[in-house]
């Protein structure tokens, strides 16, 4: 078996890191497909430096570009990859154009996509990221979602329980293992001289830093802040439009401001864990925030991973100078709810995503499920009925005695649920496809 990793962007190189370890750890033929969208070496070498991984076999030196040109470059250059090498999978993972190009492209030539963090929605279709994930979704055999909440969200959409598979997500396997080596080998806090309170800041969401009103309130927010020190590593399309803005100057002038290019992920979890709050509008830093036990400020006004405000230990700000200030200054100074947020339970698993997900694709693979072929059988119906469960039965059970029924979703009450096999039905209703 041989499966095409497609990486683009610097979290893509780290939350696939441990599914990369893992097909190493196994034997299982395997190529890395770098698109180039990020290019620098702060952006994209310096993570298979720090995570200790192969070159890619693949560069496609896409750079940066308008998003059709640049995805329109990945399709092609995917595209033919996958015809010369004829692997019998394609992961992607998260919502980047080079999940977007990497789906389409596969799924197009008949070879199965697994989508690593599928099923993520924040359903604001004015984020690039969104359609990403949605038209990835489309393209999608097997789906890999984070936690249950995600799970239901692709069944609200008529996919299949059968092809999603929950198994946490992979930030926390890459977490977890880089934790203990950065505590060895990273002495970024000496190295950047940083002394009392820590609160550290990320910011590169277009909504944020392409508007100009968003991002001047963001820095005003920053500004007033006192009594800690920022420390922000910055994203160079943030540096681009801060400089445009004319806003660089102000912040590199604030004295308890430290802007520093983008560092290594194992300095990035060494800041992290010194952290008192992260602030932040990244994806992936809203989930490493709550595994390092870590209170997050999220930057944005919609998440796609609402777990993390339920669980306690995410609030989300927007880009408002007064709710930024103001929940700061609670944070740091309210030493009950600075507690509770960073005691927030880690719903995004025990550090096994990598090998759950491993173990699913060669489940797959041994029952022919990545064969993409037309369908051999006539199939007239595809009707649905809502049915309500009065009997003690488990999904399993009644799947058994009904093989003509597939159960789409549980409904406990008013919560739509995973139909998990053991799950018991008596008392809820269900959605069947017959
Ligand atoms: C991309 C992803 C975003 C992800 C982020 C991770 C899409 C649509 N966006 O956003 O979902 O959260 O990566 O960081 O795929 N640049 C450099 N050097 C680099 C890379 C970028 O200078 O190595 C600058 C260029 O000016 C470029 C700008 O950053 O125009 C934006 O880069 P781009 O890759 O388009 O999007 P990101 O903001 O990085
Ligand atoms: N990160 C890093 N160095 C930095 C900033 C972030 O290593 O200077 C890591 C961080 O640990 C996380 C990932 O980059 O794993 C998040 O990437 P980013 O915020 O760029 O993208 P998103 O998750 O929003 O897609």
């Known amino acids: 078996m041989k499966i095409a990793f497609i990486i683009g962007t610097r979290p893509e190189i780290i939350k696939m890191s441990p599914l990369i370890d893992e097909v190493d750890k196994r034997g299982i033929d395997y190529i890395l497909v770098h698109t180039g969208q990020h290019y620098d070496h ?10 200790e991984l192969k070159e890619p076999d693949y560069n496609i030196g896409v750079g940066s570009n308008t998003h059709g040109k640049q995805t329109a470059t990945m399709l092609k250059g995917i595209e033919d990859v996958l015809i010369s090498e004829k692997p019998d999978i394609i992961l992607v993972q998260g919502d980047t154009n080079a999940v977007l190009a990497g789906a389409l492209a596969a799924a197009k030539l008949h070879i199965a996509v697994g989508h690593v963090e599928a099923g993520l929605r924040s359903y604001d279709k004015t984020m690039p990221e969104e359609i990403n994930r949605m038209v990835a979704d489309v393209c999608t055999n097997l789906f890999f979602v984070p936690t249950e909440e995600t799970a239901v969200n692709l069944l609200l959409e008529g996919i299949s329980p059968q092809d999603i598979y929950i198994t946490g997500n992979t930030v926390v396997d890459a ?9 060895k080998s990273s002495n970024i806090i000496s190295q950047l001289e940083l002394e009392g309170d820590l609160l550290s ?3 590169h969401r277009a909504e944020n830093v392409d508007d100009r009103e968003r991002l001047e309130n963001i820095i005003e927010a920053l500004l007033n802040i006192d009594n800690v020190t920022i420390v922000f590593p910055s994203h160079p399309r943030t540096v681009k439009t801060l400089k445009k803005f004319g806003m660089y100057a102000k912040l590199e002038k604030a004295p308890h401001i430290k802007i520093i290019k983008p560092i290594g992920y194992l300095d990035f979890l060494i800041l992290q864990s010194h952290s008192k709050l992260m602030i932040t509008d990244s994806g992936g830093i809203q989930e490493e925030a709550i595994t390092l036990d870590i209170p ?3 930057l944005r006004y919609n998440t796609e991973r609402p777990e993390t405000v339920h669980a306690g230990g995410n609030i989300l700000v927007g880009a408002s100078t007064d709710k930024i200030t103001k929940n700061v200054s609670q944070i740091l100074n309210d030493d009950a709810m600075y507690r509770r947020m960073k005691e927030a339970l880690n719903p995004y698993g025990d550090g096994n995503a990598s090998k759950k997900i491993i173990d699913a694709i060669l489940d797959s693979y041994q029952q022919g499920k990545l064969e ?20 003690s039965i488990t999904v399993a059970e009644f799947e058994a005695k009904h093989p003509e029924y597939d159960i789409d979703i549980v409904f406990d009450g008013e919560s739509p649920r995973f139909p998990h096999p053991d799950l018991s039905l008596e008392g809820k209703s269900i959605i069947i496809s017959y």
């Open 296 to 298: 997050c400020l999220t």
């Open 201 to 203: 800041l990320t910011l």
């Open 175 to 183: 977490c977890y293992r880089n934790l203990k080596i950065a505590r």
């Open 42 to 51: 702060e952006m994209s070498q310096q993570f298979f430096l720090d995570l």
């Open 372 to 391: 993409i072929k037309p369908p051999e059988n006539i199939t007239a119906n595809n009707l649905k009925k809502l049915l309500n469960v009065d009997e």
